[in-house]
């Protein structure tokens, strides 16, 4: 049984809504509903190297895709590929394959998804008061939105094509690998491994791609020297030690006051 096979949500909420019963166009909803977050989700496992591991855990289709956007800001584009031949001067000759992708419009999301699940709830007492509970216009709007879920649902491939940097984190040698693109618009990298989270400041140029760990700097106490120690493990109750004489010490915030000096006219 194809439960939460998105192709399958989709025939059964096109025969669904062609029945047309109020009992039917509300079982509608739930197959398109759980169409949507299929995609959503097929959409994510390409991203298993992108992504932590607790982003798997959140259901919100909606929220899947914000998070993607972090990571790849076309992640929504629709695109196309094509494979030819080669001559031998390396120009194409003969045309083998090609496909488009279709992605699933963000107003789908935004608006619609949990629009959708609002008839999959029984009318409040309000809503029973005031007859506001709008079956009698459901259908057609089931029916405006089959299109734009059918062009995602029915796509025959899948695909996460970009320009990326990679790395291996210092801290736990877990690969690290990052969109250009997104790099551009916030330079600033995470290690996936939920053990580690150690924080890169990535600088992107044409040539190369840099990562630097970012660290606090702070004199030993007790010897002088000068430590470094990684940004994310500046967490209360934190035990670090001294590189040069082994001493150590525990990271802890605290709160002070001040005397507030109020404006006086």
Same mark, same amino acid.
């Given at each position: +049984?194809?439960?939460?096979?998105?192709?399958? @949500?989709?025939?059964?909420?096109?025969?669904?809504?062609?029945?047309?019963?109020?009992?039917?166009?509300?079982?509608?909803?739930?197959?398109?509903?759980?169409?949507?977050?299929?995609?959503?989700?097929?959409?994510?496992?390409?991203?298993?190297?992108?992504?932590?591991?607790?982003?798997?855990?959140?259901?919100?289709?909606?929220?899947?895709?914000?998070?993607?956007?972090?990571?790849?800001?076309?992640?929504?584009?629709?695109?196309?590929?094509?494979?030819?031949?080669?001559?031998?001067?390396?120009?194409?000759?003969?045309?083998?394959?090609?496909?488009?992708?279709?992605?699933?419009?963000?107003?789908?999301?935004?608006?619609?998804?949990?629009?959708?699940?609002?008839?999959?709830?029984?009318?409040?007492?309000?809503?029973?008061? @005031?007859?506001?509970? *709008?079956?009698?216009?459901?259908?057609?709007?089931?029916?405006? +939105?089959?299109?734009?879920? $059918?062009?995602?649902?029915?796509?025959?491939?899948?695909?996460?094509?970009? +320009?990326?940097?990679?790395? @291996?984190?210092?801290? *736990?040698?877990?690969?690290? &690998?990052?969109?250009?693109? $997104?790099?551009?618009?916030?330079?600033?990298?995470?290690?996936?491994?939920?053990? *580690?989270?150690?924080?890169?400041? &990535?600088?992107?140029?044409?040539?190369?791609? $840099?990562?630097?760990?970012?660290?606090?700097?702070?004199? *030993?106490? @007790?010897?002088?020297?000068?430590?470094?120690?990684?940004?994310?493990?500046?967490?209360?109750?934190?035990?670090?030690?001294?590189?040069?004489? $082994?001493?150590?010490? &525990?990271?802890?915030?605290?709160?002070?006051?001040?005397?507030?000096?109020?404006?006086?006219?």
């Amino acid at each position: +049984m194809y439960y939460f096979d998105r192709n399958e @949500n989709l025939k059964r909420a096109q025969n669904l809504i062609e029945k047309g019963t109020p009992d039917a166009l509300r079982y509608a909803c739930l197959e398109l509903r759980f169409c949507i977050e299929s995609i959503c989700y097929e959409k994510l496992k390409l991203y298993e190297k992108h992504v932590p591991k607790k982003v798997y855990e959140t259901w919100q289709p909606k929220k899947v895709i914000e998070i993607l956007q972090e990571y790849d800001p076309y992640v929504l584009e629709d695109y196309e590929i094509s494979f030819w031949s080669e001559k031998p001067d390396g120009t194409p000759d003969k045309f083998i394959l090609g496909e488009k992708h279709t992605n699933l419009r963000f107003g789908i999301l935004k608006k619609h998804y949990y629009k959708l699940g609002n008839y999959l709830h029984a009318p409040t007492l309000s809503q029973q008061i @005031n007859d506001l509970t *709008c079956k009698q216009d459901l259908k057609p709007y089931l029916q405006s +939105m089959l299109p734009d879920i $059918s062009a995602a649902a029915l796509n025959t491939f899948n695909g996460n094509i970009a +320009m990326v940097a990679h790395f @291996n984190c210092k801290e *736990c040698g877990h690969y690290i &690998v990052r969109n250009i693109e $997104s790099l551009k618009k916030n330079p600033v990298a995470v290690c996936i491994n939920e053990n *580690c989270n150690a924080e890169y400041d &990535v600088i992107v140029n044409e040539e190369n791609t $840099s990562w630097k760990l970012r660290e606090l700097d702070y004199d *030993c106490p @007790n010897c002088k020297k000068k430590n470094y120690l990684g940004a994310h493990h500046l967490k209360d109750g934190q035990v670090i030690k001294c590189f040069s004489c $082994s001493t150590r010490y &525990v990271l802890f915030r605290y709160w002070h006051i001040k005397e507030l000096i109020e404006n006086k006219t």
